[in-house]
């Protein structure tokens, strides 16, 4: 079974791909001409505010359930075993929250644009995760199946381009839904014809227990540890509410909605898909590691990356059936697709409104439209750029996540600050940010260069014919295909400590670090008086994300928000809970 070489692409197969770009690329024609007399930002940026809940809950489901998903999370699986089932949890918490305290907040306000303060920076990060997101299933993709890599990234980026600058968020919400069922189809497509070609599922389940890839629940409390119980609860609940709580993407779709009501079933509908993609993702893991138990593909040197593990898998299933593979590469590039969307749409809507908007208050109708469609452009480019600094990023999944917690954290750090803390000010909000972030870069970065050793991620066996392999990095030492030798690299004290912290912890510390700092820096520098119980008094003039949102979204006077008491003491329950 294993034995015969791995298929390429067929006719049929490059024809399911591309009506993957033709169709996208339609709703953009499609929205351009039927909006072609909406002139202004607000229904470029914000559809108008006429959306309804279901297809911006897809298009959020498929913004953030990216090719990183599709191929990294069944590769991670496959390693590490069934505990990546646990973000279940962190999804919940995280829907909850941000349903229940960041679209209120943000809705009510009626913003555009939620970096006003950090556009820079953060802009710089999401241009960086939009460049991984594009450049590993390309280079995957390439490497296993002889798609054209360059090529590949190239259409992503102009296609993206396209039906966004054409369209606005309309044509990326509606793209994105559509998106989301051709990822659901590949899916579908390798989960049938896997669980065939293993036996069936209960064999597929009795080999997964037999490999410990059903070993779900570790609750070890050790931070180093890659995965387990906590790391995936808490650490991935602050990991995603830093991606959803105060992301541009979700934010501006939330507020597209016609109602508040609407932005908030959204994301709970959102939650279904999430959970939907995260168990088709598992159990891709789970049906590949059973068909390859005997004999791992990247310990025997066929391919040279685990996120290359799912593409040939599903070139060996599906590659007898024309356009099936390519139905799979199309579901991968679906998640590619919708997140580079997502990206370039945001980015376009953070510069002008915190930019150009203020730089040329008095721009008509026409030319604030062409400027938003040039921004769309530009990002466009950059986003595509980026996949040049990509290729040094690692394993997909550990990338994107940490890129997302790097910054992601100290974002969430200092708007939390700005709701549950009013009093601090804006020195504290910028001082805890800077803090925040250079302190989960450090972290970060550290374990970009230097890997956690063995006994900290615990990477299960993999087996080659019978015999046990070494497949993942060893302590102090990389290891190559099976049947190179080992050599050792020289690691600083902090390797196996600080830079061994797991990934999914960097976002909870970027945000402890930002919020402690802004509060020490608001007690040197200001007064930490807070109003009557129910009340929350912010300062004069405020200038921090989340008391100018809460004074303007309540039409209050500056200087003076009243904010429900059950909310308020709901925020400093699962703070306090939390940390």
């Known amino acids: 079974m294993h034995q015969s070489p ?70 991670d699986v496959y390693r590490f075993g069934a505990s990546y089932i646990l973000y279940a949890i962190a999804y919940t918490f995280v829907v909850v929250v941000t349903a229940e305290l960041f679209v209120p907040v943000f809705y009510t306000s009626g913003i555009t644009s939620t970096y006003e303060v950090i556009y820079r920076p953060v802009s710089f990060i999401t241009i960086l995760y939009t460049g991984v997101v594009v450049y590993a299933p390309a280079l995957a993709l390439n490497q296993v199946t002889g798609f054209n890599l360059w090529g590949s990234i190239v259409a992503t980026g102009i296609v993206c381009t396209f039906y966004c600058t054409l369209g606005g968020l309309k044509a990326v919400v509606w793209t994105d839904a559509f998106q989301m069922v051709v990822m659901v189809m590949g899916f579908l497509s390798v989960l049938i014809q896997g669980a065939q070609s293993v036996g069936g599922v209960e064999a597929m389940w009795s080999k997964a227990q037999t490999g410990g890839r059903l070993d779900v629940f570790d609750f070890d409390p050790n931070p180093l540890r890659r995965h387990t119980f906590w790391t995936l609860s808490i650490g991935g609940t602050f990991t995603w ?42 159990f891709c893991g789970l049906i590949m590691y059973a068909f390859y138990a005997d004999c791992d593909p990247w310990s025997a040197g066929r391919v040279s990356a685990p996120d290359q593990l799912m593409p040939y898998f599903v070139m060996e299933i599906l590659g007898e059936f024309p356009g099936l593979p390519g139905l799979f590469v199309a579901c991968a590039f679906s998640g590619t697709l919708s997140t580079v969307a997502a990206s370039i749409n945001a980015l376009a809507t953070v510069t002008y409104e915190d930019f150009v908007k203020h730089c040329w208050a008095n721009l008509s109708n026409t030319a604030t439209t062409w400027t938003i469609k040039g921004l769309c452009v530009i990002f466009g480019i950059a986003c595509t750029s980026m996949a040049v600094v990509a290729s040094y990023m690692g394993g997909i999944v550990q990338a994107a996540l940490s890129i997302h917690g790097m910054c992601g954290g100290p974002m969430l750090g200092m708007f939390s600050l700005g709701i549950l803390f009013p009093c601090a000010n804006s020195k504290g909000a910028i001082g805890g940010f800077i803090a925040g972030i250079t302190v989960a870069f ?82 040197l520098t200001g007064n930490l008086s807070g109003g009557p119980s129910g009340t929350v008094s912010l300062p004069q003039s405020p200038q921090t994300p989340g008391a100018r949102l809460l004074s303007e979204g309540t039409g209050r006077e500056e200087g003076h928000v009243e904010l429900g008491a059950d909310m308020t003491r709901l925020c400093v329950m699962l703070c306090t809970c939390f940390l």
């Open 6 to 75: 791995v298929g390429t692409f067929v006719t049929w197969d490059y024809v399911v791909f591309a009506l993957l770009f033709v169709v996208s690329s339609g709703i953009g024609v499609f929205f351009a001409i039927k909006e072609r007399n909406a002139v202004s930002s607000k229904d470029f940026l914000v559809g108008g505010r006429q959306m309804t809940c279901v297809p911006v809950a897809l298009s959020l489901t498929a913004s953030f359930m990216s090719a990183v998903t599709v191929l990294g999370a069944p590769a």
């Open 241 to 282: 509410l830093g991606i959803y709580g105060v992301n541009q993407s979700v934010i501006q779709r939330c507020i597209s909605c016609k109602t508040q009501t609407h932005a908030r079933l959204a994301l709970y509908l959102n939650l279904l898909g999430l959970v939907v993609i995260l168990c088709c993702a598992v």
């Open 442 to 523: 450090w972290a970060g970065i550290g374990a970009f260069i230097y890997p956690a050793p063995p006994f900290n991620s615990r990477p299960l066996p993999l087996i080659t014919d019978g015999n046990s392999v070494c497949g993942s990095w060893a302590r102090g030492m990389m290891c190559p295909p099976a049947g190179a030798l080992c050599a050792a690299v020289p690691r600083p004290p902090l390797a196996d400590s600080w830079y061994s912290l797991s990934y999914l912890y960097l976002s909870a510390v970027g945000f402890i670090t930002t919020l402690s700092v802004g509060l020490l820096i608001t007690s």
